[in-house]
């Protein structure tokens, strides 16, 4: 008798749990041989594909903040209480930089995203100035692990960086998660270090942050060094510091300055959105405006600007 109750409990459980996966949409529907024929050619990463009957791999779009990709990546780390307008102006900066891309997957029956993931591309002067890719806030619905989401967005992220010419990726993880990534193809390498720094404090910062002020390139003079930024003049003796590190190749002097070019474009671009380039906007259209005191104000794409004196106009345009 007792058997028999403990059979019915366990019966009833699993009835109960069955219906509170369909009633949430987290249920997987079995696809015919023909989808699962598809589903294994990965296509190119700016497409969406059908994961089975349920599901779709794509970009991050803005509607997301809007449903639940914050409450996604609070399952991976901390997140912060962002309103929708800050996380639009953050993507806008993110999609403005051609070497980001964050995919997800999402269950069509709710509009719920299920898995999460970034892949950033670097250049590097090593390796013949090859590119490296680094993956980053990788993370599945915890109600959704083990069923083979989280590879996909891998097996994606993989597939953005092999299409931008890396020769590598890079993932750091918890040691809980080697295995997941070994099967992704990932193997142990060197060792992660991590420096952290106390911001718990500080106000949430700017959604499109603006470029270095120009101080922070200037040189620093250290004694008998001086620390100042990479120039083209650098090249040989750069390229021949790197060779004690590892790999460098045959690096010509177009290359050496085409890739210095692309690091500094890519600092530019990471401000396209920003105040300060909408005020260089307003004050090549209206020079005008602006005062002897800096003090009129112009709205340029929906933005209030202050618009400045003559000489922090021309830091302006040398930031922007």
Same mark, same amino acid.
């Given at each position: 008798?007792?058997?028999?109750?403990?059979?019915?409990?366990?019966? !009833?459980?699993?009835?109960?749990?069955?219906?509170?996966?369909?009633?949430?949409? =987290?249920?997987?529907?079995?696809?015919?041989?023909?989808?699962?024929?598809?589903?294994?050619?990965?296509?190119?990463?700016? !497409?969406?594909?059908?994961?089975?009957?349920?599901?779709?791999?794509?970009?991050?779009?803005?509607?997301?903040?809007?449903?639940?990709? =914050?409450? =996604?990546?609070?399952?991976?780390?901390?997140?912060?209480?962002l309103s929708q307008g800050w996380c639009e102006q953050r993507l806008a900066m993110?999609?403005? #930089?051609?070497?980001?891309?964050?995919?997800?997957?999402?269950?069509?029956?709710? &509009?719920?995203?299920?898995?999460?993931?970034?892949?950033?591309? @670097?250049?590097?002067?090593?390796?013949?100035?090859?590119?490296?890719?680094?993956?980053e806030d990788v993370v599945v619905h915890y109600g959704l692990r083990a069923k083979?989401?989280?590879?996909?967005?891998? #097996?994606?992220?993989?597939?953005?960086?092999?299409?931008? &010419?890396?020769?590598?990726?890079?993932?750091?993880?918890?040691?809980?998660?080697?295995?997941?990534?070994?099967?992704?193809?990932?193997?142990?390498?060197?060792?992660?270090?991590?420096?952290?720094?106390?911001? @718990?404090?500080?106000?949430?910062?700017?959604?499109?942050?603006?470029?270095?002020?120009?101080g922070v390139k200037a040189a620093v003079e250290l004694g008998a060094f001086r620390?100042?930024?990479?120039?083209?003049?650098?090249? #040989?003796?750069?390229?021949?510091?790197?060779?004690?590190?590892?790999?460098?190749?045959?690096?010509?002097?177009?290359?050496?300055?085409?890739?210095?070019?692309?690091?500094?474009?890519?600092?530019?671009?990471?401000?396209?959105?920003?105040?300060?380039?909408?005020?260089?906007?307003?004050?090549?259209?209206?020079?005008?405006?602006?005062?002897?005191?800096?003090?009129?104000?112009?709205?340029?794409?929906?933005?209030?600007?202050?618009?400045?004196?003559?000489?922090?106009?021309?830091?302006?345009?040398?930031?922007?």
């Amino acid at each position: 008798m007792a058997h028999r109750l403990r059979l019915a409990k366990g019966v !009833a459980a699993c009835a109960v749990g069955h219906l509170y996966l369909r009633r949430n949409s =987290l249920t997987f529907a079995q696809a015919d041989t023909a989808s699962n024929a598809q589903a294994k050619e990965l296509p190119q990463a700016s !497409a969406d594909i059908s994961l089975n009957m349920n599901f779709r791999l794509r970009n991050l779009e803005p509607k997301d903040f809007g449903r639940n990709f =914050l409450d =996604l990546l609070s399952e991976l780390t901390t997140v912060s209480k962002l309103s929708q307008g800050w996380c639009e102006q953050r993507l806008a900066m993110m999609r403005s #930089d051609a070497l980001q891309e964050m995919v997800v997957i999402e269950d069509l029956d709710n &509009g719920l995203l299920c898995a999460a993931g970034t892949m950033v591309i @670097e250049n590097k002067f090593i390796h013949e100035c090859g590119r490296i890719g680094h993956l980053e806030d990788v993370v599945v619905h915890y109600g959704l692990r083990a069923k083979g989401l989280g590879k996909r967005v891998v #097996d994606r992220a993989v597939e953005i960086a092999k299409g931008h &010419g890396c020769y590598k990726v890079l993932v750091d993880c918890a040691e809980k998660n080697v295995a997941f990534y070994e099967k992704c193809g990932f193997k142990r390498n060197c060792v992660q270090m991590s420096r952290y720094f106390d911001v @718990e404090d500080l106000p949430l910062p700017e959604a499109q942050p603006p470029r270095a002020p120009v101080g922070v390139k200037a040189a620093v003079e250290l004694g008998a060094f001086r620390a100042r930024p990479l120039e083209p003049r650098d090249k #040989d003796g750069f390229l021949k510091l790197l060779s004690q590190l590892t790999t460098v190749g045959d690096v010509s002097e177009a290359v050496f300055n085409e890739q210095l070019a692309k690091i500094e474009r890519r600092c530019c671009r990471w401000n396209e959105f920003h105040p300060l380039t909408q005020l260089r906007h307003v004050l090549r259209a209206a020079p005008e405006v602006a005062s002897a005191r800096g003090l009129a104000r112009a709205s340029a794409g929906g933005v209030a600007l202050r618009v400045l004196p003559f000489q922090a106009r021309q830091r302006a345009h040398h930031c922007v």
